[in-house]
Structure formats: structure tokens, C-alpha cells
């Protein structure tokens, strides 16, 4: 027997992808660091990302304004430092300062790159349509750095409310698609 569910539930069941770590660099400002969970593929080439940053989140101030970030993707031995991150606000906490990531320079924007990630992507705001009704931003990679090191390490996604589960057995099955 199927019992209903909540609407306000539904999305513990959509997430789309593993939790990323946003970073930006706001001119004259330390650079930040978000946790973000609201993601989704749009195209592969050039590879489209969309994005929702909630307007009260520190970020979306320097998102909106340097139309540049930083979606690093972590593993989920981080998953410790990646919900701290996620409990507070830059408005008020110095993250790279409290948390222990390194800051690495990215070549073709001015947020950073995480150096514990598993893969750190580049990005540029492509298209703002939706940012006023949705917070939703399209980005464009383009430049992506991977982690040879953490090449198989499992990802972590989010469930709401704290829970969250781990990248578990991989499978593969035959494709047509390359």
C-alpha cells in the first residue's frame, strides 16, 4: 500500500548529483566557501551546470556579482567539514579560515579551488534568466581539474535533514552512448 508523501519531502528524493563545495572571490573580500546540494547537468560541451544559490546565502552576492565560481566536489571522507561548512554563513565566519581545506589558484577565474576535492570545475554565469524567480544559475565550465589521487573515492549525497548516504557498488552496464 503506497502512503502519501509530503510535497515538502519531494526533493529528499530528486537530489541529482553528490554534494559540491561552491567557492567564490569577491574583489577585496576573503574567499568563500558554500555547501550546495541543488545542481543539475544542462549540456556536455561545453559542459552546462545549473545552479540554485539561494538569495539570503552569503554567496549569492559574490556569484551574482563576479558572474564566477568554483564547484569543487569532495569526497565523502570530507563529509565532517562539508556539513560544517554547510551550518554556517560567510556573513559571519571566515571558512577557509575555520575549516582545513587548501586554497589553490584556478587559471581562468578568481575563486579557488579546493585541493582535497576529487574534482574542481572552473566556472563562468552563462545565463541569469532564472536567477530572480528561482535563484537558479547557469554556469559554464570551463576549466576542469581532477584529483588523480581520489580518482575512485566514493561521493556523498544529500537527503535533507542531515542525512545523507555514500557512493556504494559500482556497476556496469552495456551503453550505446560514449
Known amino acids: 500500500m503506497l502512503k502519501e508523501l509530503p510535497l515538502s519531502k519531494v526533493y529528499q528524493f530528486i537530489e541529482p548529483g553528490p554534494v559540491v563545495l561552491l567557492t567564490t572571490q569577491m574583489l577585496g573580500a576573503k574567499a568563500n566557501v558554500m555547501t550546495m546540494s541543488w545542481h543539475m547537468m544542462l549540456d556536455f560541451e561545453p559542459?552546462?551546470?545549473?545552479?540554485?544559490?539561494?538569495?539570503?546565502?552569503?554567496?549569492?552576492?559574490?556569484?551574482h556579482k563576479t558572474q564566477e565560481c568554483v564547484i569543487a566536489v569532495p569526497p565523502a571522507s570530507l563529509a565532517k567539514i562539508v556539513t560544517d561548512i554547510g551550518n554556517c554563513t560567510g556573513g559571519d565566519t571566515d571558512k577557509f579560515g575555520c575549516f582545513d581545506l587548501s586554497l589553490l589558484p584556478a587559471s581562468d577565474v578568481a575563486a579557488p579551488l579546493i585541493g582535497e576535492a576529487m574534482v574542481n570545475l572552473e566556472c563562468m554565469v552563462k545565463d541569469t534568466k532564472m536567477v530572480k524567480p528561482y535563484n537558479l544559475f547557469v554556469l559554464e565550465c570551463v576549466k576542469a581539474w581532477e584529483n588523480p589521487k581520489l580518482k575512485d573515492a566514493p561521493m556523498l549525497h544529500h537527503h535533507g535533514y542531515g542525512n545523507f548516504s555514500v557512493d556504494g557498488e559500482h556497476i556496469q552496464m552495456k551503453s550505446r552512448m560514449r
Open 47 to 63: 559542459p552546462l551546470i545549473a545552479c540554485v544559490v539561494a538569495r539570503g546565502n552569503y554567496s549569492f552576492e559574490a556569484l
